[in-house]
């Protein structure tokens, strides 16, 4: 039985029905984190929304005052026309006041964090997809990845950038006006609140919608990306075989399903602008009409209509902004949908809580230790560490589908072994299960004696360096390329480029060790990036060293240099080494031959010759240069 979960669909099919509440709720914890700005900007809000309530209400005073109604307060009363007019001039510039210097501030507030959350969930995605298993990556195409990371992140962002979270604020804003307005006439605000209620409705009807049609937009431009990525990446291999017009073909078709999605979410946004601007007129000429007829029936004063025809304006107004932002807003709840999918993506491959052993503090203590111990060590002695052993591995990348059977061998420390077998036999797998980028389906894989999964990775991965055909550069400076972030010394970096053969060739580069290397080493030689990538392991020191094809890249004169490189840094080391060409490895102490994940042969070379097997008859093949 497999110990790995069924595959799982990629995240955008695994879309779950979450409504907005609860998508919006995966927010509070990234608020929480700069919890005083999150109280001031909505404290603040009480204020600006009781001075926007408060304007219409000063209108109708003056009007009231100008006309001698009833229903002046009592502080104007027994004021002279001028009088009760400054002062309600007076409060209504307060009102401008408090709304103009808190607005603007509010605004800043809630702009920052959103920023600070935006900037949290960047990094934790980033966190998160660097530690998930080699398994996501081969279901999720990279373009799909960076859609979530920047685009998606990016829609989140805009949410607060562009003040589209300003919508709290108005609707504070309408529950305050709702407040005011039946304090003063119930009716005409009863009926306002009927015209209100229907349009919500509508208006969430149109928002699902939208969402929806959003959601597949953001998936065909995830495809689009990955489209992008993919040719870039392959860019030789599209020019090299003539495949511009074709690729361009299968973009321009993704293009136009991206197209298609945009214009059905651009009708739903289009349709909400619509219905409020011409729901808002409604409300007024209901105002005027309920209005007129209370009037002529003096139930009225004109002083209260005037405030009920800016009530009415006001009310519309925060569900007209709702309508402006209503794309970034949505966009908002679709970015936190699909970022979500990634953050809920299972972290297969995970360190034990409590690590039992250390394989570092088996004998010597800490790692700084054993890096002094194998440097002081006596070069012609066995070494005590390095033991792999496989206990009947069995391994299948999907289902019962098994691509390593039944491996059970031990190599010892210090010992040379060559993978060797046909392509797909299983050779890559092997180390990719040594590395515990997989885990076996069945047994166990133990290194001096303890089961790779009660070691932390970082420990394990540091114990061991692996170095690919192809070597993979970061931007940035030779030196950084070699040290990867770690903290080595001047004269470790030129030890190490000297015991790899690789500092004449740094020496003369422009700037020597400080040269900056283009993103992917695009701007030098894959031999002269092989040569970096053995200085980057041999600074490392690692008691295992795995070469996978490692050499297969190099022409003869940088292979002679490296060979010179290898012998050097295989001294006392445990060494898989997996080869194509059965010439480069007839060296080692052992050869196992794999054939279909299974382990058929194993001996040093001259023994397998003599028995005749399948790697006699490899090898001779490749003698005859077939
Ligand atoms: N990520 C993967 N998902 C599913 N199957 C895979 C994956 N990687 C490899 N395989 C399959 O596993 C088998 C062993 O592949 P592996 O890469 O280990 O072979 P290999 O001996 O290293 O081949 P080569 O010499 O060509 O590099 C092959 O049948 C291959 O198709």
């Not at 209400?57 to 009231?64: R, Y």
């Not at 009102?95 to 934790?124: E, H, P, S």
């Not at 050779?427 to 885990?439: A, T």
């Not at 050869?591 to 010759?609: A, D």
Request: charged fraction near 20%.
């Amino acid at each position: 039985m497999s110990i790995y979960p069924k595959p799982k669909k990629a995240p955008e099919n695994n879309r779950q029905n979450s409504n907005d509440w609860r998508l919006f709720l995966r927010l509070l914890p990234y608020a929480r984190r700069s919890g005083k700005l999150l109280a001031l900007s909505m404290f603040l809000l009480v204020p600006i929304g009781v001075a926007n309530s408060v304007q219409p209400l000063l209108i109708g005073q003056a009007v009231s005052l100008i006309r001698q109604e009833p229903g002046v307060y009592e502080f104007l009363k027994n004021r002279s026309l001028i009088e009760g007019l400054n002062i309600i001039q007076g409060l209504f510039l307060v009102t401008i006041i408090i709304k103009l210097a808190l607005t603007g501030y509010q605004g800043y507030l809630v702009q920052k964090l959103g920023q600070r959350i935006t900037a949290a969930i960047r990094v934790d995605l980033f966190h998160h997809v660097t530690s998930l298993a080699v398994n996501f990556f081969e279901r999720t195409p990279i373009g799909k990845l960076i859609t979530r990371l920047i685009n998606d992140v990016e829609s989140l962002g805009d949410v607060f950038a562009t003040g589209a979270v300003g919508i709290f604020s108005d609707l504070f804003s309408m529950l305050v006006i709702i407040g005011f307005m039946f304090s003063i006439q119930w009716q005409i605000a009863l009926l306002l609140i009927s015209v209100l209620l229907p349009i919500a409705w509508l208006i969430i009807y149109f928002q699902k919608q939208y969402r929806k049609a959003n959601y597949k937009s953001r998936e065909e431009l995830s495809r689009i990306n990955s489209q992008l990525q993919e040719n870039i990446v392959g860019i030789d291999v599209v020019q090299l075989f003539r495949r511009e017009n074709f690729n361009s073909e299968l973009f321009r078709n993704t293009n136009k399903k991206y197209i298609k999605e945009l214009d059905t979410s651009i009708w739903y946004d289009s349709a909400v602008s619509a219905t409020l601007e011409w729901v808002g007129l409604i409300a007024i000429a209901g105002v005027l009409w309920a209005g007129g007829l209370l009037l002529l029936e003096d139930n009225l004063t004109f002083g209260i209509l005037s405030a009920f025809v800016l009530y009415a304006q006001r009310l519309f107004i925060p569900l007209q902004n709702f309508a402006e932002k209503f794309t970034t807003i949505q966009s908002g709840f679709t970015a936190i949908e699909r970022v979500n999918g990634v953050l809920d993506e299972p972290i297969e491959i995970r360190d034990k809580a409590n690590p039992r052993f250390s394989i570092l503090d088996n004998k010597f203590g800490y790692i700084d230790e054993i890096i002094n111990g194998l440097e002081t060590q006596n070069f012609t002695q066995t070494p005590e560490l390095g033991e792999i052993k496989f206990e009947n591995v069995w391994f299948a990348y999907k289902d019962d589908d098994y691509v390593i059977k039944d491996l059970d061998f031990t190599i010892h420390p210090g010992e040379k072994i060559a993978l060797v077998g046909p392509t797909g036999a299983g050779k890559s797998s092997v180390i990719r299960l040594l590395c515990r980028l997989y885990e076996p389906t069945q047994g166990r894989i133990l290194i001096d004696g303890v089961d790779i999964r009660e070691i932390a990775q970082a420990e394990l991965r540091r114990y061991m360096a692996v170095i690919l055909q192809e070597a993979f550069l970061f931007a940035g400076d030779v030196k950084s390329n070699i040290t990867l972030g770690d903290s080595y010394s001047w004269e470790e970096i030129e030890q190490a480029a000297e015991k790899t053969n690789v500092a004449d060739f740094i020496n003369q580069l422009p700037q020597g060790y400080d040269t900056e290397l283009r993103a992917r080493g695009t701007n030098i030689s894959s031999g002269q990036k092989q040569l970096l990538a053995f200085a980057r392991a041999a600074i490392r020191n690692p008691q295992i060293l795995i070469l996978d094809e490692a050499t297969a890249n190099l022409d003869v004169g940088t292979e002679a240099l490296v060979q010179q490189a290898l012998n050097q840094l295989l001294t006392r080391r445990t060494a898989i080494i997996i080869a194509h060409r059965l010439s480069t490895i007839r060296n080692v102490d052992r050869i196992f031959v794999l054939k279909r994940g299974e382990l058929i042969e194993q001996g040093s070379h001259e023994q397998l010759i003599a028995e005749g097997g399948f790697y006699s008859t490899l090898h001779n093949l490749q003698m005859l240069g077939i």
